[in-house]
């Protein structure tokens, strides 16, 4: 927990960029007229090439391989052989893994075929939001400078940030300290300090923050039904800025 060794930095590293790859190859295969469990067992599939284990499978007794959120679910969607991605739909694949004892956890929305405007809009907004919050970390700085930035970018463009979940520490355990929320007040919060390792991954809603749970118990859905994105990377802390872990390059 906390300040990460060099040779954990590594291992989480190699993770994280493994995590990415395979969000990326998932991204691109899914299609209209699949189920998101065909696009759960193809990440099944790359996991088993790579040699990696899902870090979400029994993670709190989560049912899933990675989750998939589609539409009015925020995030925590359990694959299931029911649901069909059809075009329009915005679809937010959360995938984590674990390498060597160390996970590595990433998310990204795409939209199916085409999309609305205002359904683009959210997905640019969120996407930039992450990167907006990324930019603030460094050594010394707090979670709510992190909140902060996502907050105001959020709100000036008239979308709202789910409050219920925060991004987290990440290291040999999925979760760790510090929690880090897509909100705050600058100079509060955890002060982060060179080689801690964190995800931040804003939820933001197209209409109001308020959110429901599906009676499966896991999937997260806005009250109002209407769309929800979610981007996430795995950042390291460092003296004059940060890593972004989960990136191919
Ligand atoms: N990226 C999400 C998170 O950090 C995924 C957790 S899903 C779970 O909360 F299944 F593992 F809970
Ligand atoms: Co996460």
């Given at each position: 927990m906390g300040i990460k060794r060099p040779d954990e930095v590594e291992k989480i590293r190699i993770a994280c960029k493994l995590s990415k790859k395979i969000l990326i190859q998932v991204s691109e295969f899914l299609k209209e007229g699949m189920t998101t469990l065909d696009i759960s067992e193809f990440a099944g599939t790359l996991m088993e090439k790579e040699h990696v284990k899902s870090?979400?499978?029994?993670?709190?007794?989560?049912?899933?391989l990675i989750c998939i959120s589609v539409n009015e679910e925020v995030v925590h969607g359990i694959p299931s052989k029911n649901k069909y991605i059809k075009e329009g739909d915005l679809v937010s694949i959360d995938l984590g893994i674990i390498k060597d004892g160390y996970m590595g956890d990433c998310a990204l929305t795409v939209g199916v075929g085409q999309i609305s405007t205002e359904v683009r809009r959210l997905i640019e907004v969120t996407e930039k939001s992450l990167d907006r919050g990324i930019s603030?970390?460094?050594?010394?700085?707090?979670?709510g400078d992190i909140g902060w930035e996502i907050e105001t970018f959020v709100e000036k463009h008239n979308f709202s940030v789910v409050r219920e979940f925060a991004g987290h520490g990440i290291g040999k355990n999925l979760h760790e300290e510090p929690e880090i929320p897509n909100f705050g007040i600058p100079h509060t919060g955890f002060k982060l300090k060179e080689n801690m390792v964190i995800a931040i991954e804003p939820m933001i809603n197209m209409g109001k923050p308020d959110l429901k749970i599906l009676p499966d118990g896991w999937t997260v859905i806005t009250a109002d039904g209407l769309p929800s994105a979610h981007f996430e990377n795995t950042v390291l802390v460092k003296k004059n800025g940060f890593e972004i872990l989960t990136s191919v390059n």
């Open positions: 870090a979400f499978l029994g993670y709190g007794g989560y049912p899933g603030k970390v460094k050594d010394g700085c707090r979670t």
